[in-house]
C-alpha cells in the first residue's frame, strides 16, 4: 500500500519485469533441457536470473523502505526475509 507515486511506478515497473521474466525463464529453461551443451542456452537462462534479482532486489528497496518515520512495519520484514529465502 505505497502512497509515493514514485515508489508505486518504481515497483510496478519491477513487478512488469518479473511478470516477464517469468515467462523468458520458462523458454530458457526447457531451452537448457533440449540442448544441455549450448553454453547460449545456459547463458541465457542465467541473465533471466540476474534480471529477476535486479528486480527482486528493486522491490525489497522500496518495501524495506516504504516508512519513512524510521519504523519497521513488521509485514515488510516478513516480505523481506520471504524474498531473500526465495533467492
Do not use: Y
Not at 516477464?20 to 536470473?49: D, Q
Amino acid at each position: 500500500d505505497l502512497k509515493d507515486e514514485k515508489k508505486k511506478a518504481k515497483m510496478a515497473a519491477a513487478r512488469a519485469v518479473l511478470e516477464k521474466c517469468t515467462m523468458m525463464l520458462l523458454t530458457a529453461s526447457k531451452t537448457c533441457l533440449r540442448h544441455p551443451n549450448c553454453e547460449s542456452a545456459h547463458k541465457n537462462k542465467k541473465g533471466v536470473f540476474v534480471r529477476m534479482k535486479v528486480a527482486l532486489d528493486k522491490v525489497i528497496e522500496i518495501v524495506t523502505d516504504c516508512k519513512s518515520n524510521g519504523e519497521t512495519d513488521i509485514s515488510s520484514i516478513n516480505i523481506f526475509t520471504g524474498i531473500k529465502e526465495f533467492k
